[in-house]
């Protein structure tokens, strides 16, 4: 399956940082992230619905302590990862 961030979660990645860790380090934390992400949505596709009305029509998963919210194409062929938020950010 082909996996597309959208510009505002590619940002939303980029974003994480922290004044523990070095650059390195959290350069890596993004990509195991990455990763996490992904075989979470291969696992479980369409079984959880975003419940909040603001992304009706998507789907909501919770990665280390991050909602991923996500879409599919028509074809189920490719996802498209519309947002990534800490679990204590506001939608």
Known sequence: MNMKWT???RKSLRDIQSI???EEETKEYRI???RSIQDKILSLMVSMPAREPSWQG???ILVDR???YYSFSD???TCFIEALRH???ND
Do not use: C, E, M
Request: charged share 25%; aromatic share 14%.
């Open 87 to 89: 679990q204590h950010q």
């Open 20 to 22: 523990h860790f070095t």
């Open 7 to 9: 510009p505002s979660a």
């Open 66 to 68: 991050y909602k991923v």
């Open 75 to 77: 074809d189920r062929q």
């Open 32 to 34: 195991r992230l990455v």
């Open 58 to 60: 998507t789907y909501r």
